[in-house]
């Protein structure tokens, strides 16, 4: 059983390596229509970053975290990262991150660049549940506020960029 485990996990890291992290369950690009009125917004080199979470979650229950990247730009524009993920989505109880099932995200390490055309919107949706993923298993996770954080690790136009959106959300019995 041990052997299958290890398997199963070098295999689903090393698919990871070759498509990215958008390619593993609960990754999402997603197409849906988004009202950006909505959103916890930051700008960075005149791309904006859009962070939707839900103000109130039931403990226990599962959740969607989305981010948008904006090019209001009349030019495509590229961004490099360190890994294979465009943005990474975390979740803090105070200081503390919390690994809440879906927000551990691990990233392929490969230098990748993510394209943003003229206009558009790239999006990525996370599928969060609000327990605690221990390596005892699943518990629930404590009620009481929370902080959901998309941290950008970029370099674009030649400069490094590291910065973080966040929205606050409460886990409620």
Known sequence: MRS?????????????????CDSFPGVEQDDAEIDLSN???TTVNGLG????????VAV????????????????DRAVTTPSACLVRPSV????ERVPL???????????TTHHIPAGELVKRRFDLQAVLD????????????YTVRATLNWTLDGRSIERSVQKKIVLRQ
């Open 134 to 145: 221990t390596s005892e298993g699943e518990l629930p996770a404590s009620p009481g506020p």
């Open 39 to 41: 959103a916890t917004s």
């Open 92 to 95: 803090f109880s105070a200081t």
């Open 4 to 20: 299958f485990r290890l398997l199963s996990t070098v295999c689903l890291l090393f698919f990871g390596l070759l498509t990215g």
């Open 49 to 56: 970053v859009h962070l939707f979470a839900p103000d109130t």
């Open 101 to 111: 099932k879906g927000s551990m995200l691990l990233c392929a390490a490969a230098i």
């Open 60 to 75: 226990a229950d599962s959740f969607a975290v989305q981010v948008a990247v904006s090019n209001p730009s009349n030019r």
